[in-house]
């Protein structure tokens, strides 16, 4: 049901999610269509309610960023004091989950071993990288030298053999 | 023998999210209010949680209030009910107003039409 409208006002909530709180709240409860459609919309409408609140408390308070103090003032002031003591909660829960992360990446980044010797261990493995490259050309050289050794005297032994075969005429034989 | 929780969602992780709903469009329906400039990230988590907790807050008050137990069924007409009886949640009403059947309205019209002794 994507509006082509950019509009502002069609902003909600993923049905989904909505659906999904709904079924966890009230299990095993039939709950109508348009009831589903409805409680989407009154989520848009309590997030305009909060915030405006709270924008009018930040206003007053002469602070231009909304702070989590004005949204629990707003809370409060429109009858949401119940809300209060779990959405802290979840508060402190979000930060130690952001917390744990940023020291999980960090940790994951250096797996305890200093740059240096991080740096040290990537030389080594290119160290040993251009080595075996090397050594896999030198051989490959070596083949190419031997067998043109190999193919030199053969070219020589055939002239030899046909110098020692007609002394008279002088076959010039091609070089091969 | 009980295995399989009900959760559909439930897999490997076993610990809950402590917020379900998408912050960031939770902020994107906040900066569309009127004159809302800059939000605080933690100002926006205390928000998403409390919509979290209205969700739930709306849809049990309006089924424990509402004729829908015996059917076990949530209506629309019983979140127009809870809305209008319950104060916090008088902001609401605009936004829902109470269906009336057709054939109530029809009635009405022709009571009001009866009344004003118009020919029809």
Not at chain 1, 96 to 121: F, H
Not at chain 1, 128 to 157: G, V
């Amino acid at each position: 049901m994507a509006s082509s409208s950019g509009n502002d006002d069609d902003l909600t909530i993923p049905r989904a999610a909505i659906n999904k709180m709904i079924k966890e709240t009230l299990p095993n409860v039939r709950v109508a269509n348009d009831a589903r459609e409805l409680v989407v919309n009154c989520c848009t409408e309590f997030i305009h309610l909060i915030s405006s609140e709270a924008n009018e408390i930040c206003n007053k308070s002469e602070k231009k960023t909304i702070s989590p103090e004005h949204v629990i003032n707003a809370l409060e002031s429109l009858g949401f004091a119940s809300y209060i003591t779990e959405v802290k909660d979840v508060l402190q829960e979000c930060k130690t989950v952001a917390l744990k992360r940023r020291k999980a990446s960090s940790r994951l980044e250096n797996l305890g071993i200093p740059e240096e010797e991080l740096l040290r261990q990537q030389q080594e493995l290119f160290a040993k990288a251009r080595q075996q490259q090397a050594e896999l050309a030198q051989q490959e050289w070596l083949q190419m030298q031997q067998a043109a050794q190999q193919a030199q005297m053969a070219a020589a032994s055939a002239t030899a053999a046909q110098q020692a075969g007609s002394s008279q005429d002088e076959d010039e034989e091609d070089d091969i | 023998m009980s295995q399989n929780s009900s959760g559909k969602d439930d897999q490997a992780s076993g610990s809950k999210k402590p917020i379900s709903l998408p912050i960031s469009r939770v902020r994107l329906i906040m900066k569309s209010s009127p004159d809302v400039s800059s939000i605080n990230q933690d100002a926006l988590f205390l928000t998403t949680k409390a919509t979290e907790l209205f969700v739930q807050h709306l849809a049990l008050s309006s089924f424990n209030n509402g004729s829908g137990k015996e059917t076990n069924t949530l209506s629309y007409s019983d979140l127009a009910n809870t809305a209008q009886e319950t104060e916090t949640f008088h902001f609401l009403t605009d936004i829902l107003p109470k269906k009336i059947l057709a054939q109530d309205y029809l009635n009405s019209l022709e009571q009001m039409q009866e009344e004003e002794g118009a020919d029809y």
